[in-house]
């Protein structure tokens, strides 16, 4: 009882769990507004309108994959400053990568604008106005993601929390709104405009006290941030592909009515990921910082491995118990006839989550070579859908069995890494 007892008192009092709770609430509330959202568009605009705002919202997830890399990056070396109390060092990296950003994402925004075009006939769109909201979004997304980096990199998981529930609150209030006067798509897609706007003001409130230091003599080494950014823009650029593609390539080969039964099931498939990400979110920074400092981490990826294994467990279950309930709590009957693909969805996004979990520990301790990996998978799902989509049932298979390959992959590589933990 005493060992027990004893076991709990330290579960609970660690840092990671506390850490991942606050941001779990955060996610938890936001994740439920995200899926009020999914669940009222679903409804309001119907399987084939809703299929092509969930492929356009795909779009915009793809487009926000080098800033995303960004990001990590970010988190990376600013828990690390963090971990050696060099403030003066985190002020400059936050100047300096201000100043790196808005050109290089300004040039990718004008790639994106150029292929508009293309875009636009490969999803089967009528109009080009869809495709312009999604690269505003992005525009306004890019600042308000680096702020976010620097909030989670310093540990300020609140606040992080509470931008994130005051982003989706906006995001959900201005969609129903919009689509209620006859925006419909557009209108949808229009709230994350404003959704965007509300966070990048409050992702940089706390923040701004780095912009208050004083310049100093401290150099930062640009060399080992570069060589750090391109691996992870690939393990970005593959995951972002792992969690997207499907329901782009679905939208481009199946008819409107199946994209959209696939969209709303992916969607429903995608909570577990959402569930779990506090976990990879809170472990990054706080694994980093103890790399960085040369402390023990074995016990941190443990404890990550067995709390997202848990949740997927829960999961799982309950969607192969309740799969026809659960779709029609989300999105109503009209989407009943796919809910007996639920189950495989859970499995498929199980995977996917325990993976993130592994590649973020491999990058949080510098082991950056197993991105092949992810980038390999990546690759064969796309390969794989285009050769085989003759059915929803084949593609969640395709996607299912890659992402179980994948981790796999990652958990064989883990005792590569003994001598570090």
Same mark, same amino acid.
């Given at each position: 009882m005493k060992i027990l007892q004893k076991?709990?008192?330290?579960?609970?009092? #660690?840092?990671?769990?506390? %850490? +991942?709770?606050v941001v779990m609430i955060g996610a938890i509330i936001g994740g439920f507004g995200n899926y009020i959202y999914h669940l009222l568009m679903g409804r309001m605009l119907g399987p084939a309108d809703y299929g092509i705002l969930v492929s356009l919202i795909?779009?915009? +997830?793809?487009?926000?994959? *080098?800033?995303?890399?960004? %990001?990590? /990056?970010?988190?990376?070396?600013?828990?690390?400053f963090n971990g050696k109390k060099e403030t003066k060092a985190i002020s400059l990296f936050f100047?300096?990568?201000?100043?790196?950003?808005? *050109? =290089?994402?300004?040039?990718?925004l004008l790639v994106f604008l150029i292929c508009i075009p293309l875009i636009n006939s490969f999803l089967n769109l009528s109009s080009y106005l869809p495709l312009m909201i999604v690269l505003l979004s992005s525009l306004i997304g890019i600042f308000s993601?680096?702020?976010?980096?620097?909030?989670? %990199?310093?540990?300020?998981?609140?606040?992080?929390?509470?931008?994130?529930?005051?982003?989706?609150?906006?995001?959900?209030l201005a969609a129903i709104i919009l689509v209620t006067i006859g925006f419909k798509v557009n209108g949808a897609l229009g709230s994350l405009v404003f959704s965007g706007l509300i966070a990048l003001i409050l992702n940089f409130w706390p923040l701004r006290f780095l912009l208050a230091n004083k310049e100093s003599d401290l150099k930062i080494n640009n060399r080992?941030?570069?060589? =750090?950014?391109? *691996?992870?823009?690939?393990? /970005?650029?593959? =995951?972002?592909?792992?969690?997207? #593609?499907?329901?782009? $390539?679905?939208?481009?080969?199946?008819? +409107?009515?199946e994209t959209g039964f696939y969209a709303a099931l992916s969607t429903i498939g995608k909570i577990i990921f959402f569930l779990t990400g506090p976990v990879v979110s809170v472990m990054f920074p706080m694994i980093s910082e103890r790399h960085a400092i040369g402390s023990r981490y074995k016990n941190l990826l443990l404890l990550s491995l067995i709390l997202v294994a848990s949740i997927c467990s829960i999961g799982v279950l309950f969607y192969f118990l309740f799969p026809q309930l659960i779709v029609r709590i989300f999105y109503g009957s009209q989407y009943l006839s796919s809910a007996?693909? $639920?189950?495989?969805?859970?499995?498929?996004?199980?995977?996917?989550?325990? #993976?993130?979990?592994? !590649?973020?520990?491999?990058?949080?301790?510098?082991?950056?070579? !197993?991105?092949?990996? *992810?980038?390999?998978?990546? $690759?064969f799902q796309i390969i794989f859908i285009c050769l085989f989509h003759q059915s929803l049932l084949i593609i969640i298979l395709i996607s299912l069995i890659i992402n179980a390959l994948l981790f796999l992959g990652l958990l064989l590589y883990l005792p590569q890494c003994r001598k570090q933990s």
């Open positions: 076991f709990l008192r330290r579960f609970f009092k #660690s840092k990671l769990v506390t %850490g +991942s709770l795909s779009i915009f +997830s793809i487009l926000g994959v *080098p800033l995303a890399a960004v %990001g990590l /990056t970010i988190v990376k070396f600013v828990s690390a100047k300096k990568i201000n100043l790196w950003v808005l *050109p =290089f994402s300004l040039f990718l993601s680096v702020n976010r980096s620097f909030l989670q %990199g310093l540990l300020r998981f609140g606040w992080l929390t509470f931008s994130g529930v005051a982003e989706t609150a906006t995001k959900l080992e941030i570069f060589i =750090f950014s391109i *691996p992870v823009f690939f393990l /970005t650029l593959a =995951f972002t592909s792992l969690y997207n #593609s499907d329901v782009i $390539l679905v939208r481009h080969f199946l008819s +409107s009515q007996s693909y $639920l189950g495989f969805f859970a499995i498929l996004f199980s995977f996917y989550s325990l #993976s993130s979990l592994l !590649i973020n520990f491999y990058f949080s301790i510098k082991k950056t070579r !197993i991105v092949i990996l *992810p980038v390999l998978a990546a $690759l």
